[in-house]
C-alpha cells in the first residue's frame, strides 16, 4: 500500500502539508516526495512493489497531467498497449498509464476500463481542474474534504492526513469519480444487469475458474508475496489456488491465534501441511489485545464494534510479518461472506431478501471487511491483495441465482465449498469445516478479555447516559462504548465516517441480537470448535 495527499488549494505552507502527509508514512515508507503543480500540492509516500527503481515513485509527471495512485492496474499491459503510441512512459509501474487513459479516452471510460483496485487524483494542467476516483469495491482507501479557510478540495489515503486541513472529512465513495465539479457513479459492483440461472454444476464450475483468475492477477509483483492462512475456507482456498497455480513454489503462510483455545491455528497448519507451505505461527496474549487497542482504533479509524474485534489479530499478525520479515505483498481471503452468505443469512426469508442483504454488504465492504483487511496490512507497510473482491468474481456470483447462494443445504457457503470438491484444493475436512466467527477463531478469549476490560472501565449508568455524549448511532454496551471514546480521543465528532454498527439484520426472525458475533446466534452450532 501507499498513501498520498492531494490539496487542491495553496492555503497551507510546506511543512504544514509535510506534517499531515507524514500521518500516512506507515503506508508508504520506502520514499517520500511533494510537488506543487499551480494551486495543487501533491504528497506521496511509496511502498515499492511494481518498478523498485526510483523510476516508479510518484507523483508521475505528463507534459499536461500530475497524478498521485494507490493502486494495482492488473490488466495494465493490455491497457499499455492502447497508448504505447501516444506517450513516452518513465517507468514500468502499473500505475503510469492512467495518464494516457485519461488524456485518450477521458475519466469516465478510463475508470470504466481498469481491471484493478485504486485510489487516485491527477491534475489536468490544461482544463485546470483536479479530477480523483475509486475502485467499484473501495479496496483502496480514500477521504476527501474542504481546506478550513478557503474551502478548497482536498483528497487523503486516510482521514487522518486531512484533519489539521479540513473540518468536514468523507469517504470517498466506492465506484465513483469526482470530475472536478461533482461526484459521479461510474460503476455499482452489487447491480448486475442480468441474472443467471445455471444449474448447479455450472455454477460452480464458473465460481472456481473465476476465482482463480482472480488469484492469479494477483500474484504479479516485484517485491516479496505472502498469504495470511486462517484455516478457515477462504483464506484456505487462495492459498490453495496459488499453490496450484505456482508448483514447485513453496508459499509462505502466517497465522496467528490466542495462547488460550485458539480455534483456527490447528486448521491452519492442517492446511499449511497440505499444501507443504513455509508456516509461521504467532501467539498473542490478553496484554498484546488490551495493549494494541487504541492503537488498532487510530488505525482503523473506526468505532465499530466487529471491525475492531476482528482487527486486532490481524493487526498484530501483520506487525509481525513486517518485523520479521522482507514480504511486501499479502494476500488474504476477505469478502466472500458478503456474496456467499453469513451464518445470520441461514435465516434470510426468502431469496429476494439474501439478495438484497448481499448488495447491501458489498456495497458496505469499504466500511468494515475491506477497511479493516487495507488498515491492518497497510499501517504495517505491506500492500494486501484480495482476490475475492475481483471485479469479474463479483459480477458473476452476484448474477448467480440467490435461491442457490441460500443455506438449503445445511451447510453456509456451499455453493462455494462444491466448486472446489473433488479438485484436490483442500482436504474434506477443511473444505467442509463451518465458520468460526472471525474473533472468535484466533481464540474465544480475545472477545471475553475485551468485554472484561470495558466491564472493569464503565457502569451500567455510564451506558445508560450514552445518548448524552453522542446523538449519533449511541453506544449500547460497555464495550462499544469503549470503542466510541477512544475514536472521539482521536477523530471527534467524526463518527459519521461510518455508516452504523455491523449487525445482523434485525429484521429477520432468529438476528434480533444484541452482539455482532455470530457465536449468539441459535445456529452458530459447531461453527466455533
Known sequence: MCGFLAVDSKEFDLTTFCDALEKNVDRGPDMTETVEEDAVMFGFNRLAIMDLSDDGMQPFKGEDCTLVCNGEIYNFLQLKENVKDDFSFQSSSDCEVLIPLYRKYGLDTMCKMLDAEFAFVLYDKVAKKVVAGRDPIGIRPMFYGYTKEKGEIAFGSTAKTLMDLCDKIFPFPPGHYYDGEKFVTYRDPAMVTRMHTPSFEEATTGIRDYLVKGVEKRLHADAPVGYLLSGGLDSSLVCSIASKLMPGKKLRTFAIGMDRNPIDLKYAREVADYLGTDHTEFIMTRD??????????????????????????????????????????????????????????????????????????????????????????????????????????????????????????DKGKYLLRMAFAGQDYLPDDILMREKAAFSDAVGHSLVDDLKEYADAKYTDEDVAKASEKYAYKMPFTKESLLYRDIFEEFFPGKAEWIKDYWMPNSDWEGCDVDDPSARVLSNYGDSGK
Open 288 to 409: 498484546d489485545v488490551l495493549g494494541a487497542l487504541r492503537k488498532v482504533i487510530y488505525t482503523l479509524e473506526t468505532w465499530d464494534i466487529t471491525t475492531i474485534r476482528a482487527s486486532i489479530g490481524m493487526y498484530l499478525l501483520c506487525k509481525k510479518i513486517h518485523e520479521t520479515t522482507d514480504l511486501k505483498v499479502i494476500l488474504t481471503g476477505e469478502c466472500s461472506d458478503e456474496m456467499f452468505g453469513y451464518k445470520y443469512t441461514d435465516y434470510a426469508p426468502n431469496a429476494e431478501a439474501f439478495q438484497s442483504e448481499s448488495m447491501k454488504r458489498v456495497r458496505e465492504l469499504y466500511m468494515y471487511d475491506v477497511l479493516r483487511a487495507d488498515r491492518c496490512i497497510s499501517a504495517n507497510s505491506l500492500e494486501g491483495r484480495v482476490p475475492f473482491a475481483d471485479l469479474d468474481f463479483v459480477e458473476y456470483v452476484m448474477s448467480l441465482d440467490p435461491d442457490m447462494k441460500m443455506n438449503h443445504y
